[in-house]
């Protein structure tokens, strides 16, 4: 027992291990029960499971609640909200991938799933070099602070940019040093077939090992936004985690619906610019104002506002609007 009490990243090791084991329970469940078998995944099936998630990742505020206070919680869901709209860009980027290498729908979800369990390591690795930078460098908020501001006004005038696929330097690395199918063999991410030119048998990695290195890529790419972001709302790297998890896991259930009516929010990056740059200018403020930190609860009260705002006007606006249309 005292094993468990035992300080890990400021928190008891016991809720480190809480959280990890609900989260390796809901990824066994959603694929061990939900999806044991290979399916295409509709709009409805896709909105329950992601209101399941959301649900979760909701309640979880309840348990940082009694043991870390009403302060914690407000940043905790603040984190939360800011982490699963700056993931909408991920949306547009993997259904790029999913369609550059022709994945069924049937496999998507798959790919999915054991990319979660590679964000579940690679956000913890960043997260822990952060909160461990930050604690001994306080300054480097500052820093976060600038690189978030500086991409929130680049992000508000850049021009829409069109994404090709076959000019990813990931992707070109990869296809250079490995073997890779023409085709898919099922949902296999490797298999073992002749080479062909000596007619042994090798292993081959198939289409849909390379859509899930190429996504695990790009989310180490968005993370470098918004793994920053969160620290600039609180430096406690269990908030930090949990909720950099919970939004992930949610949004990446919400992709099968939201990938059909992406187009409905083209003006959603200018509420995610404001939100930026708001997030990174509060440490400013704060210092200007003579605060300690930045009220939490104000920060969840305008981060929402400015999304509802932003949801509100993209779906004014493109109302009746085609796919791939503004």
């Known amino acids: 027992m005292e094993l468990l009490l035992i300080a890990f990243l400021g928190k008891p ?7 990890i084991g609900l989260v390796v329970a809901l990824l066994v469940f959603d694929l061990g029960v939900l999806n ?8 409805a099936e896709s909105l ?15 348990f940082i609640y009694w043991q870390m206070g009403g302060e914690a919680t407000a940043q905790y869901l603040t984190a939360f909200i800011v982490e699963k709209t700056l993931a909408m860009d991920n949306i547009f980027v993997i259904a790029l991938i999913f369609g550059f290498f022709a994945i069924p729908r049937e496999y998507q979800h798959r790919v999915l799933f054991w990319g979660i369990l590679g964000v579940i390591v690679l956000r913890g690795i960043m997260i822990g070099l952060g909160a461990t930078i930050v604690e001994n460098y306080h300054w480097v908020l500052y820093l976060f602070a600038a690189f978030l501001i500086f991409t929130g006004v680049k992000m508000l005038f850049a021009k829409e940019e069109s994404h090709d696929m076959a000019d990813n330097r990931a992707l070109a690395w990869l296809r250079r040093r490995i073997r890779v199918t023409d085709q898919l063999h099922g949902h296999a991410f490797t298999v073992r077939i002749p080479d062909p030119a000596t007619g ?5 990695a198939t289409p849909l090992l390379l859509a899930l290195i190429v996504i695990e890529v790009a989310d180490l790419v968005f993370a470098v936004d918004s793994v920053p972001a969160v620290f600039t709302i609180t430096t406690d790297p269990y908030i930090v985690y949990t909720s950099n998890i919970f939004a992930i896991l949610g949004l990446r259930a919400l992709y099968f619906a939201l990938a059909a009516i992406l187009h409905r929010f083209a003006y959603l990056k200018y509420a995610l610019s404001i939100l930026l740059i ?15 930190k930045f009220p939490p609860a104000w920060s969840l009260g305008i981060t929402f ?7 509100f006007v993209s779906l004014s606006k493109t109302r009746g609007a085609a796919p791939g249309a503004p």
Do not use: N
């Open 305 to 311: 506002v400015i999304l509802t705002i932003g949801v």
């Open 48 to 62: 329950r499971l992601s209101a399941m998630y959301i649900t979760l990742g909701l309640a979880f505020s309840g």
């Open 13 to 19: 090791l016991w809720m480190w291990l809480l959280f």
């Open 36 to 43: 044991k078998d290979d399916h295409e995944i509709g709009i």
């Open 200 to 204: 042994t048998l090798v292993r081959w």
């Open 278 to 292: 708001f997030i990174g200018s509060k440490i400013f403020i704060a210092d200007a104002m003579g605060w300690a």
